[in-house]
């Protein structure tokens, strides 16, 4: 009999062993589940919103019940269908910027070379123009009117009838101009 009474007390030993880490966790845990709502909601404010509903449940206590009934029976589902509408809003913000990323990503990919084309399609336009301008005023400063002026390039106003027509050409700092006057 000494051998089941020895087997025994180690079995209350280690029950009292477990018993006591399981105590000792809960009550961290608990500790810190206090200090996590001490720091969501002071001590004070809770404090107050406790003598508030107390206060309430006294005055009221058929119309507390049922509200308590009703929040405790139905958090659980409101809580579960909150989650599940905030998770589905942000998966749909992800799936939308990723979504909106690839296709932004794919026209800049198109975007680079026809910005490369239309950039050098551009340089050309300018210097076809800029360079037909720069020939153009060369001709014009060259050109082979003789008159008014003098000295072989014309500079001033002109007169010349062409087939009984009268045609006035005027060349100043403005430009050609001119007019036609004539029979028909």
């Known amino acids: 009999m000494s051998e089941n009474t020895t087997h025994s007390r180690n079995n209350s030993n280690n029950g009292s062993g477990i018993r006591s880490t399981v105590n000792q966790k809960a009550s961290t845990a608990f500790t810190m589940a206090q200090h996590s709502i001490d720091r969501v909601v002071p001590p004070s404010s809770r404090q107050r919103a406790y003598t508030t509903a107390s206060a309430y449940a006294k005055q009221r206590p058929i119309l507390f019940?049922?509200?308590?009934?009703?929040?405790a029976l139905s958090f659980l589902p409101l809580l579960t269908f909150t989650v599940f509408s905030l998770?589905?809003?942000?998966?749909?913000?992800?799936?939308?910027?990723?979504?909106s990323l690839f296709w932004?990503?794919?026209?800049?990919?198109?975007?680079?070379?026809?910005?490369?084309?239309?950039?050098?399609?551009?340089?050309?336009?300018?210097?076809w123009v800029a360079g037909t301008f720069v020939v153009a005023?060369?001709?014009?400063?060259?050109?082979?009117?003789?008159?008014?002026?003098?000295?072989?390039?014309?500079?001033?106003?002109?007169e010349v009838d062409a087939a009984g027509r009268q045609v006035?050409?005027?060349?100043?700092?403005?430009?050609l101009g001119?007019?036609?006057?004539?029979k028909h």
Do not use: C, N
Not at 104 to 127: H, K, R
Not at 141 to 158: D, H, K, L
């Open 137 to 158: 005023r060369w001709l014009y400063v060259r050109s082979p009117f003789a008159g008014s002026g003098g000295g072989g390039v014309f500079s001033g106003e002109m």
């Open 65 to 71: 019940s049922f509200i308590v009934s009703q929040l």
């Open 104 to 127: 932004i990503g794919l026209a800049f990919m198109l975007l680079v070379p026809t910005l490369l084309a239309t950039s050098s399609l551009a340089v050309l336009v300018w210097a």
């Open 178 to 182: 001119g007019a036609i006057d004539g």
């Open 87 to 99: 998770s589905t809003i942000a998966f749909s913000l992800g799936a939308a910027v990723l979504f």
């Open 168 to 175: 006035r050409v005027k060349k100043d700092e403005q430009g």
